[in-house]
């Protein structure tokens, strides 16, 4: 459960920079907090998370005035994960096991190309390992692509999926989705919506009329809005949480392409601003490189 090879980019091209923020200097002075504050910025970790670490920092070396570099790596460290903490209070122990729904609903947000199918694909898959009995919904009618994409998805993992085919009514097929769940006595419907982000009205009604229908046959439903986002895309995935944030209540992340970005302070900054936990990362290709995020494994990653 090494996450070491998803986050090498990051870790290299900036968190590695740290230790030569120190470099000549035998405490960390106003040079060394500029530089720091620079480095965190551009791992897009974003301002406002940036500037509220950079505080907490100048407060411990005010305390501490002849702190070391290895002893700011290790502050550092302890203010990432108490940030993390923050958010992320209750980190998933064990991976995809039951729920305390049943069947727990997912309904899965976000925009085309940000890796939604994929990572739809990747939990049926890991939930199915996991024993639980799964039922996709594909309720991105707008995209053929997405459609097949998922039917494809569920022939590989083995789990039925539930569609009408292109341009139909999405809200049906979330209907029918967790109409099956429920008959089949599932312990997972994961329903995948359309990414369309033309307007935000739009966006909000056609999220808010899935729900409804799925609430008509379980009230509670969905357990689980979750938001896809491309952790490769910095800003633009700042910008997207706020948009989808607004027109639905989002309450967990997922967090895609890690591996091939250099800015996976994204989840930092993201999880923070926003006050939703991080539930999920992407860090490959491979079924298995959708992990649980696990805040102890990240903040660790970034600074080996
Ligand atoms: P969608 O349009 O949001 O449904 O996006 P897709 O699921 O089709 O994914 C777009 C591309 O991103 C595909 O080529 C995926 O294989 C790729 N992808 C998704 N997640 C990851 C990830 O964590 N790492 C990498 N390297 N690629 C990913």
Known sequence: ??????????????????????????????????????????????????????????????????????????????????????????????????????????????????????????????????????????????????????????NRVGVPVISHGMNTDPASVAYDAVREGVARNADVVIIDTAGRLHTKVNLMNELSKIKKVMQKVIPDAPHEILLVLDGSTGQNAFIQAKEFTRATEVNALAITKLDGTAKGGVVIGISDQFKIPVKYIGVGEKVEDLQIFNRQTFVESLFK
Do not use: C
């Open 1 to 154: 459960e090494s996450l070491d090879k998803g986050l090498e980019k990051t870790k290299d091209n900036f968190f590695s920079k740290l230790g030569k923020a120190m470099i000549g200097k035998s405490k960390v002075d106003e040079e060394v907090l500029d530089e720091l504050e620079e480095i965190l910025i551009t791992s897009d970790v974003g301002v406002e998370t940036t500037l509220k670490i950079i505080k907490r920092i100048e407060e411990r070396v005010s305390v501490d005035k002849y702190m070391n570099a290895s002893e700011l790596d290790r502050i550092l460290k302890e203010e990432i994960a108490k940030l993390l903490s923050e958010n992320n209070a209750q980190d998933v122990k064990s991976y995809f096991t039951a729920t305390s729904a049943k069947p727990y609903v997912i309904m899965v947000v976000g925009v085309n190309g940000v890796g939604k199918t994929t990572t739809i694909g990747k939990l049926a898959s890991q939930f199915h390992k996991a024993g639980n009995k799964v039922v996709l919904g594909a309720a991105d009618t707008f995209r053929a692509a997405a459609v097949d994409q998922l039917i494809l998805w569920g």
